[in-house]
């Protein structure tokens, strides 16, 4: 069976976003010295309305991350004093997550690293060519949020 062109480019295009992802988490870890997680929970917590924290499961969300995975992130963070887990003011069962001050000084101190960083990543990238691979990436994302092989169960009875 011969595998048709858009297959082709689909299987090339997943595979290449593997790659990059590896690559990413690579040079990142490499560059920085954080993981491409660390590095995101920093980000996350640093925007602006975050400063008292943000909840476990809202990060992991926010993030697109396993709860154990993040969970083993938080404790190196909290063990490194980046962050604190601090009791939720609305709901005694649950923790917020916390930038603690160290955190925001390593942070602040990233950030011309993560300019340069980005600057020669997107060296090949004009302004538009950055915007439009931003716009297709969030295409993908929401699509890739919607898949759903439970339906490939139903097709594959019916053509047989």
Not at 14 to 39: A, C, K, P
Not at 137 to 151: F, Y
Request: hydrophobic share 35%; no cysteine.
């Amino acid at each position: 069976m011969s595998e048709s062109p858009s297959r082709g480019v689909a299987n090339r295009l997943f595979f290449r976003l593997f790659q990059t992802g590896n690559i990413l988490q690579r040079q990142i870890q490499h560059e920085m010295g954080v993981s491409t997680v660390q590095w995101a929970v920093l980000g996350a917590l640093s925007r602006e309305g975050y400063e008292q924290g943000i909840s476990f499961n809202q990060l992991t969300e926010y993030l697109f991350v396993s709860r154990q995975s993040l969970d083993g992130v938080l404790k190196r963070m909290e063990r490194d004093k980046h962050i604190v887990r601090i009791p939720h003011p609305e709901d005694g069962r649950a923790r917020l997550v916390q930038m603690t001050g160290q955190g925001r000084e390593f942070w602040d101190s990233l950030q011309p690293k993560i300019t340069e960083f980005y600057r020669q990543a997107l060296g090949s990238f004009g302004f538009d060519d950055s915007i439009s691979l931003l716009h297709y990436l969030n295409n993908l994302q929401g699509d890739l949020t919607k898949v759903e092989l439970s339906t490939l169960k139903s097709l594959t009875k019916d053509s047989r």
